[in-house]
C-alpha cells in the first residue's frame, strides 16, 4: 500500500501546531485521504486548499482530532466546512459529565455545569463538534483499539482519559485530590518558560535528556495511533507525553507491535523536552523523525530532543514553516524539496 504524509507549515509567528494530511492505497483500488489536526483557522484553509489541489479531491475518508487544543482543532473546522469529510475522529468528554461529577471537589456542581463547563475550557473542540452535527458528519471517539483506516490507536484508554485527564484539564472544575500535583506542575512549566536558555555540552555517548519530563493533561490525552503501510510503519503522536506514550508501548508490546523499528515517527508536542524521555525513545524509534515547528518558534524543536533522536538512529526534520512530504509508493511532486535534515548539536539547552 502506497502513502505519502504531509507535514503542513502552522501559524507566521512563534507559535507551533499541527496540520498532518495523508494520502495511502494504490492507483488500481483508489487512494484515500486523512486529515490528522488542523492547526489555526489558516491552516484549515491552507489544509484545504492542499487537499483539493495537491491529492485533487474533495473527499477525505477521516479527520483526526488528537486533543482539544486549539492549535490543533480549530484548522479542522475549515476542513469539515469546505470538504466531504467521512468520519470525525475526537473525544467529547463533556458528554461524560453525570459518569465523572463525582471525581471533583466542589460538591455544588450539577451535571449540567460540569457540562457547560467542559465544553467552555474546551471551546475549539466544541466548536469542532457543532460543524460536524451542522453538516451531518458523524462523530467517533477515537480510544485505544479503535481501527481509523489503517491506523490503530493506542491511546488513551478511555477510563484513564475519563477518570484521570479530564478532571485536571485546564479549565475545568478542581478534581479531588489533585489540587497540589497540578499546581506543582503549573509552578514547574511557568518556571521552564521563563527560563532564560543556557547551554550544556554533549556527544553521542553523553546524553543531557532527563526521563523526569511532564506535560498537561490535555496533551497526554492526544490520539497516539499506529499504521503500516508495507510494512512502513507510522507513529502518530500529537502531543502526547510521557505517560501516554508509555502506555502506548506497553499495548502494543502486549498485542505484539514492535515500535522501535518504525520508518517514521512524529516528534510529540513540536519537539518539547518535556514530552520525551530516554526511556521512552529506547522503545520508540523511528528511521525518521518529523517535527511541527513555526519559523519563528525558538524553542521548537528542542536541541537535546533532536540529539537524542539522533544518538538513537533517527533523521531529524522539522517544518519551519515549510511542508515535509515523507512518502512510499508515490510519484514524485513537483514543487517539493527535501527539508534540510537537522544536524547534531555539540550544545543543546540545559
Known sequence: ????????????????GDAIT???????????????????????EA????????????????VVNTHPDGDHASGLSVVLTELDVGRLWMHRPWDYAEDIRHLFQDGRIT???????????????????????????????PYRGANIGPFLVLSPHKDWYLKELVPNFRGTPEAKGAAEGIAALAKILMEKAKEGVAWVKETLAIETLKDDGETSAQNESSVVMCASFDGNKVLLTGDAGIQALTRSARYAAGIGLRLDDLWMVQVPHHGSRNNVSPAILDKIKGQYAIASAAEADDLHPRRVVTNALKRRGAQVYATKGKGIRQQYGMVYRDGWTAAAEIPFYDQVEA
Open 111 to 141: 451535571d449540567e455545569s460540569l457540562e457547560r463547563r467542559i465544553r467552555e475550557a474546551l471551546q475549539s473542540a466544541h466548536d469542532l463538534e457543532q460543524v460536524a452535527i451542522k453538516r451531518k458528519v458523524p462523530i467517533i471517539e
Open 22 to 44: 495523508l494520502r495511502y492505497g494504490d492507483a488500481q483500488a483508489g487512494y484515500r485521504v486523512m486529515a490528522v489536526d488542523g492547526g489555526t483557522q489558516a491552516s484549515g
Open 1 to 16: 500500500m502506497a502513502v505519502e504524509i504531509d507535514f503542513l507549515p502552522v501559524g507566521d509567528g512563534a507559535r507551533s
Open 47 to 62: 489544509l484545504v486548499k492542499h487537499i483539493r489541489g495537491v491529492y485533487g479531491t474533495n473527499k477525505v475518508a477521516d
